[in-house]
């Protein structure tokens, strides 16, 4: 796009055109006057091979701003589809992982979401995540972090007045998807309940993408998110939005775990043959 505009400037405007070396351009002259420039097909592949090293580093930069403003932990930065280890469990949900990501425009219209459930360890988190980076890598702006880190902003944001509330409500609002990991994990109080209330209620009237991880049941989620007043208001905007996926698992936490374990002992044993 960018190219392009570059392109026209450069038909269309005469000074424009005299800063930029001729080899691009073919002149047109009526009556002795230069009337037109176009682009020769060698103009043409030249300036692609001659920007698209330029393109190329604009895009990176735009990706690296994308993953900053995400709030994702480095934690979760490694966490790809390439790097995702199947298991016959999860193979289930890398593919549906992979599904949802690829076809994420259709996703965005239609505004569907996911409510991710599971015992720890399951890998929710990981899956989630494995979405937000693909959709980074692919220049589509993400906010990807647990329910905590929205909390603490919330806070923080608050001593500082308005302004940068509104800022961080437009951030929350203004991304093609939100991710809010481990929702549920909080201790609850009237005031957290209704800052929950206010991002989730932001979320639904943007009309686009939210997925949520927590290792509560459904029914023990909608118990949590609810009011003094007894009225559901959270987890039926939630419940609205977000298609539910179960993912009751083997804990790979588990089996990571004790592979790790295993190899820390091959590896003393070798010590000890030596
Ligand atoms: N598909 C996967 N490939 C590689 N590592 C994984 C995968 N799934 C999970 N893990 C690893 O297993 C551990 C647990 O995964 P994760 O944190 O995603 O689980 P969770 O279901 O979100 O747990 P919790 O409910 O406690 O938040 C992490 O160390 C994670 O990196
Ligand atoms: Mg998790």
């Not at 289930?92 to 569907?112: D, L, V």
């Not at 987890?235 to 993912?247: A, G, V």
Request: charged share 30%.
């Amino acid at each position: 796009m960018q190219e392009l505009n570059q392109l026209g400037d450069i038909k269309n405007n005469k000074s424009a055109y005299e800063k930029k070396p001729k080899v691009y351009y073919d002149d047109w002259f009526v009556n002795g006057k230069r009337t037109l420039m176009t682009l020769t097909n060698e103009g043409n592949r030249k300036w692609n091979e001659d920007h698209k090293k330029e393109e190329d580093e604009k895009f990176l930069k735009y990706i690296e701003k994308l993953k900053l403003d995400s709030l994702m932990d480095n934690k979760f930065k490694k966490c790809t589809f390439n790097n995702f280890y199947k298991t016959k469990d999860n193979e289930f949900y890398f593919n549906f992982g992979q599904f949802y990501s690829r076809n994420f425009e259709k996703n965005k219209t239609e505004n569907n979401g996911l409510l991710i459930y599971g015992k720890p360890g399951t890998g929710k988190s990981f899956l989630s995540f494995c979405i937000a980076n693909y959709l980074l890598d692919n220049g589509i702006k993400v906010i990807a972090c647990s329910i905590s880190t929205i909390l603490e902003k919330i806070r923080e944001y608050s001593s500082f007045g308005d302004n940068k509330m509104t800022v961080f409500n437009n951030e929350l609002k203004k991304a093609d998807l939100l991710i809010i990991d481990d929702l549920g994990s909080e201790n609850s109080s009237e005031w957290v309940n209704s800052k929950i209330y206010e991002v989730i209620d932001l979320r639904y009237r943007s009309e686009k993408p939210l997925i949520v991880t927590t290792n509560l049941e459904p029914d023990n989620l909608k118990k949590k998110l609810t009011n003094k007043d007894g009225i559901t208001r959270t987890y039926d905007r939630i419940f609205e939005i977000c298609r539910p996926i179960d993912m009751n698992i083997q804990p790979l936490r588990i089996i990571k775990g004790r592979e790790k374990q295993n190899s820390f002992l091959e590896d003393l044993n070798k010590l000890y043959n030596i």
